[in-house]
């Protein structure tokens, strides 16, 4: 069975205690308890993720491009939080690697602050959802599972 990595950028961790009224009162646990269920039922393992460190990311973003090679990695579904608007390096990481990332985002970027509305990613993204809260993380799973097939 094929996994999915679903990574967790900057302050995500704080889910749940974080402006509550924009991004929910689900933990980061809640998420990734909901996104193990999804994959279960979709057939596909997941590995969750979260680091407030850019290259922590980068690292995994690198070591889920070996394994879609080697056919043990079905792709990422990432919410890189802040890094989405400032990394070019987590740009240049999903590009060189290779790996299908879904973009998620729990808010509607483009409804917010004008620096918000900016994705470095979205470029090299196979897929974006945002605005759905936290569902969305679901919704990206499924994406990529009927894009790149089942694990």
Same mark, same amino acid.
């Given at each position: 069975?094929?996994?999915?990595?679903?990574?967790?950028?900057?302050?995500?961790?704080?889910?749940?205690?974080?402006e509550?009224?924009?991004?929910?009162?689900a933990?980061?646990?809640?998420?990734?308890?909901?996104?193990?269920?999804?994959?279960?039922?979709?057939?596909?393992?997941?590995?969750?993720?979260?680091?407030?460190?850019?290259?922590? %990311?980068? #690292? $995994? /973003?690198?070591? !889920? &491009?070996?394994? =879609?090679?080697?056919?043990?990695?079905?792709? *990422?579904?990432?919410?890189?939080?802040?890094?989405?608007?400032?990394?070019?390096? %987590?740009? #240049? $990481? /999903?590009?060189? !690697? &290779?790996?299908p =990332?879904?973009?998620?985002?729990?808010?509607? *970027?483009?409804?917010?602050?004008?620096?918000?509305?900016?994705?470095?990613?979205?470029?090299?993204? $196979?897929?974006?959802?945002? &605005?759905?809260?936290?569902?969305?993380?679901?919704?990206?799973?499924?994406?990529?599972?009927?894009?790149?097939?089942?694990?």
């Open positions: 069975m094929r996994k999915v990595i679903v990574l967790n950028g900057p302050n995500l961790n704080l889910l749940g205690q974080r509550p009224a924009l991004y929910g009162s933990t980061l646990v809640d998420v990734e308890a909901m996104c193990q269920a999804a994959g279960a039922r979709l057939g596909v393992a997941v590995e969750c993720l979260q680091s407030n460190h850019e290259g922590v %990311l980068i #690292d $995994a /973003i690198h070591e !889920a &491009g070996r394994g =879609v090679k080697d056919g043990s990695v079905l792709g *990422v579904v990432f919410n890189a939080g802040a890094y989405t608007h400032t990394s070019v390096a %987590l740009h #240049d $990481a /999903i590009k060189g !690697a &290779g790996v =990332v879904i973009e998620v985002h729990i808010s509607n *970027v483009h409804a917010r602050e004008a620096f918000r509305q900016h994705s470095h990613l979205s470029p090299v993204a $196979a897929g974006i959802v945002v &605005g759905f809260g936290i569902e969305g993380y679901v919704l990206a799973l499924e994406g990529l599972v009927r894009k790149f097939g089942p694990g």
